[in-house]
């Protein structure tokens, strides 16, 4: 059994259609993204009918392909009960599932489907699959980030806007998360999701956090709604690097947009003013950065997570059980924070170091390579980097 699992509009239907294209095999493709289907019975009856297609005799498999199944009340048990069965009884069903709420997807899978799934990640769009589909340039990447269906609008920033917010954000709060999760104040989770579009790439406390919110709450409300904003492809918190993995779960966290169209739609800021800006601009580098490395080593060991001791920082740092990769990106917005690659060296003398940006790794380059080669490149050799003054 094979999970695309993925934010809304990253291409897992049409991937889904490709795949059943291309392979050949007679397949059944059914979608439960309809308030009105709950019920398990709904994955019984796609079931059967893939069960029919295959019973006809031919010599080929069948794919079954079930989209949005986590929107169905005890999906992963009605799954489980069916798959075994037809494993039991030498069925030639293949089975592909397709959910847009990857952090219930994955919940559902490790208690369930243990042992019986393959997981294939589908981030939002990078740089060079939207410079190839629509011709962008990297500052229009930037700005508008990784959303295909909206790419035709941006001629028309007003529509380009409104889609974001009610394609997008809207439906995946609205259906993705309240929806699907009991949340006893979503006033607060929304304002969270405006609080992390506002601070991205900025480190805040969760007390801070609290001063800027309307809606009561607690330290450990924000940090799970947080966790659900992430599961849902919007926003996510990196924790801070510290070598402990429960010193990274406490930590402050450094909020950061998954898609840079979160942060300029819901600014209010037109593309030509966010280029005459530059600190905003400079922020937006970074957040693009960073949502490139979170979305491309989303279902690998590689984690994501900054690191900051008093007034020393790293805009992030990529880690596995091997390598530790230190990154600053730079830009070019004329400010100029203490060394933090050189604190981060002597703290952690394993690690190595690399500069996005200015005379380091360019921009472009860093966004059309996948963060894992990043790591491997530190394998092999020293990184693209300057000079520590």
């Known amino acids: ?22 392979s050949g095999l007679t397949a059944h ?27 006809r005799g031919t010599s080929r498999d069948v794919l079954l392909v079930l989209d949005e199944v986590q929107k169905v009340a005890g999906w992963s048990e009605t799954l489980k009960r069916r798959w075994d069965a037809d494993r039991r009884s030498t069925r030639r069903l293949r ?25 294939i990640p589908v981030p939002h769009w990078s740089f060079p699959e939207m410079s190839t589909a629509f011709g962008w340039t990297l500052e229009q990447y930037l700005f508008y980030g990784g959303y295909p269906g909206a790419a035709p609008l941006v001629a028309d920033p007003p529509r380009w806007r409104a889609y974001i917010f009610d394609s997008l954000i809207e439906t995946t709060i609205s259906r993705d998360v309240l929806l699907l999760t009991r949340v006893d104040k979503p006033a607060l989770l929304r304002q969270l999701f405006r609080l992390g579009c506002d601070y991205s790439g900025q480190i805040l406390s969760y007390q801070k956090m609290l001063g800027q919110l309307q809606d009561a ?5 924000l940090a799970h709604y947080l966790e659900l904003l992430r599961g849902s492809g919007l926003v996510t918190g990196l924790p801070k690097y510290s070598g402990s993995r429960v ?8 909020l950061l947009v998954l ?69 600053e990106v730079k830009s070019g917005t004329g400010f100029v924070r203490r060394d ?26 860093a966004l059309e390579e996948p963060a894992t080669e990043w790591l491997e490149r530190s394998q092999r050799s020293a990184p693209v980097t300057t000079s520590e003054s």
């Open 95 to 119: 089975v592909l599932i397709l959910g847009s709420a990857p952090l219930r997807i994955q919940r559902g899978l490790s208690e369930s489907l243990a042992g019986r799934f393959e997981v």
């Open 29 to 55: 493709y059914a979608t439960a993204d309809d308030p009105g289907l709950r019920d398990p019975s709904w994955i019984e009856s796609q079931w059967e009918v893939a069960r029919a297609l295959e019973s």
């Open 259 to 327: 898609n840079t169209a979160l942060m300029t739609a819901t600014s209010g800021i037109s593309f030509e003013e966010a280029q005459g800006d530059r600190e905003y601009w400079g922020r937006l580098v970074e957040s693009a950065v960073g949502a490139h490395l979170v979305n491309t080593t989303l279902g690998s060991p590689i984690e994501v997570s900054y690191w900051r001791e008093r007034n020393q920082e790293v805009d992030f740092v990529l880690s596995n059980r091997r390598e530790l990769l230190a990154i």
């Open 340 to 365: 933090g690659l050189a604190a981060f060296g002597r703290a952690f003398p394993r690690s190595r170091k690399l500069r996005v940006g200015g005379n380091g790794l360019p921009v472009r380059r």
């Open 217 to 221: 709450g607690n330290t450990t409300t």
């Open 1 to 22: 059994m094979q999970v695309l699992s993925g934010p809304r509009q990253a291409g897992k239907t049409t991937l889904a259609m490709q795949a059943i294209e291309s």
């Open 247 to 254: 010193r990274q779960r406490g930590s402050i966290p450094k």
